[in-house]
């Protein structure tokens, strides 16, 4: 709240314009003070007696900085995470904890077989001299004249020997 009011008293052009000014403030985490203790309660009677004074010393700060040309809005908001989370347990959970390995507990990456570069090389080069196979077949017959470039489609004549 400091800062802002120094921003604010360094900024002349937008405190001493004529139009009055509207600020809106919220405040967290009351609500659950309220619903975790009673609002007749001790702690929750000191958190309003808290937000009250700091809400009257503020709003009497921005109406000097203001020339009472400002209103000042301040609303109880509920808290932002309301998520209750219930985390259920095995029985045997402490066993299972004991009987893990040191490498298990410590997130390690898995473990990879001796042969893996050379098992990947093998199937990456096969693989892409495959494609490259049918793709050099494929141009060969989209660009195949079946007039001149079969032997399917070539007609033969049979001559008889004549003596």
Do not use: H
């Not at 001493?16 to 659950?32: M, N």
């Not at 937000?51 to 020339?67: R, V």
């Not at 045997?92 to 893996?116: G, H, P, R, V």
Request: glycine residues 4%.
């Amino acid at each position: 709240m400091i800062f802002l009011d120094l921003q604010l008293a360094l900024d002349t052009g937008r405190v001493q314009d004529s139009t009055p000014d509207f600020y809106s403030f919220g405040i967290l985490g009351y609500q659950e003070m309220v619903t975790l203790y009673g609002a007749n309660s001790q702690k929750c009677k000191d958190a309003m007696r808290l937000i009250t004074d700091t809400i009257k010393k503020f709003s009497a700060e921005f109406q000097k900085l203001y020339n009472n040309d400002v209103m000042i809005e301040v609303v109880t908001l509920p808290s932002i995470d309301k998520t209750i989370v219930r985390k259920s347990r095995k029985l045997m959970a402490e066993a299972d904890k004991k009987t893990k390995s040191f490498a298990s507990q410590i997130n390690l990456a898995d473990q990879y077989s001796d042969n893996f570069a050379t098992v990947f090389n093998i199937i990456f080069w096969l693989s892409l001299v495959l494609i490259i196979a049918l793709y050099a077949i494929s141009y060969g017959i989209w660009n195949m004249d079946p007039g001149r470039d079969s032997i399917i489609y070539r007609m033969t004549t049979q001559r008889l020997k004549s003596d």
